[in-house]
């Protein structure tokens, strides 16, 4: 009885790695990836999305004017706003959204080296999952393996960043003008947190447009690697 029971894991097993490789050898090209062909096509993906779209954030207005990842104002601020604009300070509720776009667009440009040390130990194992998994698996993966150190490198700098633009000064005035109108709960949010979590969900948000891009236009994978690791998963 045992001996049938390690049979039928060793069957499992077996038929779980023959998986990829059964599609590999089911493509029209005819020739056979080998498992570094596949992990580098999975890198060269992510290298490209991180290459196109990563550094349209780093740009001035790259968050700012980028409506999927434009950064808004917290529920606690979405009041002062309001406030504000109700006093006549709508030019000045105005600058003080931009700014926060700003320190973003700011920090994004530590990203890079992270991302580039995250995809360079991308193992086949690795890249079948990606591969045959979700249409934003890559996005997961790279989400998994550099969210806490993009956080802690994200964090210094917005926070550098907001004496850079001159954020703090304006968000200061803002809340100081908003805590002045009578009637009205201060306010004290903790800025520098809240655009951290934003910046960093507008990088995953662009990185997962790339991958999409991938999978699903073949006139987006522009080697001939990309096109042969992504016929796997077509």
Not at 3 to 17: E, G, M
Not at 119 to 129: G, L, Q, S, W, Y
Request: aromatic share 6%.
């Amino acid at each position: 009885m045992i001996r049938k029971f390690l049979a039928f894991v060793l069957i499992l097993n077996l038929t779980a790695c023959a998986e990829l490789q059964g599609v590999v050898d089911s493509l029209p090209q005819g020739g056979v990836l080998s498992n570094a062909d596949i992990a580098s096509g999975l890198r060269e993906a992510l290298d490209m999305g991180i290459d196109k779209q990563v550094s349209k954030l780093t740009q001035t207005d790259g968050f700012y004017k980028n409506e999927l990842v434009k950064i808004l104002l917290p529920e606690e601020l979405q009041k002062v706003d309001k406030g504000l604009r109700d006093i006549g300070l709508g030019s000045l509720a105005d600058e003080g959204l931009k700014v926060l776009n700003r320190a973003a667009e700011d920090a994004v440009k530590e990203a890079t080296p992270i991302f580039v040390n995250a995809v360079k130990e991308i193992t086949f194992t690795d890249a079948k999952n990606i591969l045959l998994g979700q249409d934003d698996a890559a996005t997961q993966y790279l989400t998994s393996k550099t969210q806490t150190a993009l956080y802690d490198k994200f964090h210094p700098v917005i926070n550098n960043s907001f004496t850079k633009v001159g954020a703090d000064q304006i968000w200061a005035n803002l809340i100081n003008k908003y805590n002045a109108i009578p009637f009205t709960n201060d306010v004290n949010p903790d800025l520098t947190d809240y655009v951290t979590g934003e910046a960093l969900k507008g990088v995953y948000t662009m990185i997962a447009v790339e991958e999409k891009e991938i999978r699903t236009k073949v006139g987006s994978r522009t080697t001939d690697l990309l096109r042969r690791v992504f016929a796997l998963q077509d």
